[in-house]
């Protein structure tokens, strides 16, 4: 049972170009998430996942794309990136009120 | 909008010590509050959650109180030990906000000294 795995853990975009980052949950959730985390400052929802099928913007979307490819993956796009989207990228997925977070995934943009 | 705040950003005490760590919300309208704990380079687990009708929970060292007329949360740590040093966060859902988005505070870093 892995929980929620994310890939890449690192990441070096130039600005401009594309990536997708990768999450994966194993517990049969239906709510899936993904956040942002920035040095002193807490965790910003940019979209997140009541199902499969579903997705809706949460506090900061600008700038990205999301896929609810199935129940296990929720896929984060970026299709042209910033140095100001330089970050950690966490998943998450729930159940119930208790949400469980991926490693996370450093993103450098420079 | 809801703002959470956890002040202050870090804390550094003596092993054996219990500690308390502050979390304020700005709208009492919530519908649960989490505190969860993030060790560097991981993501977060959580570690306990409360219920707007609750007024505390306790596991283990860790026991967590909430009063929403003055907005605030603890998170009391009995008999410290260095492998309690983490990040701390937490977090608020409330009432008006869709399913499941919440607010997080930046967290009270935690430093326990052999």
């Known amino acids: 049972n892995a929980g929620v795995t994310q890939t890449p853990k690192f990441q070096v975009l130039k600005t401009g170009q594309s990536m997708t980052l990768q999450c994966a949950q194993d517990?049969?959730?239906?709510?899936m998430y993904w956040y942002r985390q920035d040095p002193g400052m807490g965790l910003r929802l940019i979209y997140y996942?009541?199902?499969?099928?579903?997705?809706d913007k949460g506090e900061v979307p600008n700038g990205y794309n999301v896929s609810r490819l199935n129940k296990r993956e929720f896929s984060l796009r970026l299709e042209s990136a910033a140095p100001s989207q330089t970050s950690v990228y966490f998943c998450?997925?729930?159940?119930?009120?208790?949400?469980?977070f991926g490693p996370g995934t450093r993103l450098l943009v420079l | 909008k809801q703002e959470v705040t956890q002040i202050p950003a870090a804390l550094s005490v003596p092993e054996g010590e219990n500690l308390v760590l502050n979390c304020s919300f700005t709208?009492?309208?919530?519908?649960?509050l989490q505190w969860f704990r993030q060790d560097p380079g991981k993501g977060l687990t959580s570690l306990l959650l409360?219920?707007?009708?609750?007024r505390e929970q306790t596991s283990g060292r860790l026991n967590a109180s909430l009063d929403k007329s003055s907005g605030r949360s603890t998170l009391y740590i009995a008999a410290s030990q260095p492998g309690d040093s983490a990040t701390y966060l937490c977090?608020?859902?409330?009432?008006?906000?869709?399913?499941?988005?919440?607010?997080f505070g930046s967290g009270t870093r935690l430093s326990i000294r052999p």
């Open positions: 998450a997925s729930s159940e119930t009120e208790t949400q469980y």
């Open positions: 517990m049969n959730h239906n709510s």
């Open positions: 996942s009541a199902s499969e099928g579903t997705t």
């Open positions: 709208d009492s309208a919530i519908y649960n």
């Open positions: 409360i219920q707007s009708s609750q």
């Open positions: 977090a608020v859902k409330s009432w008006y906000s869709s399913a499941s988005k919440i607010i």
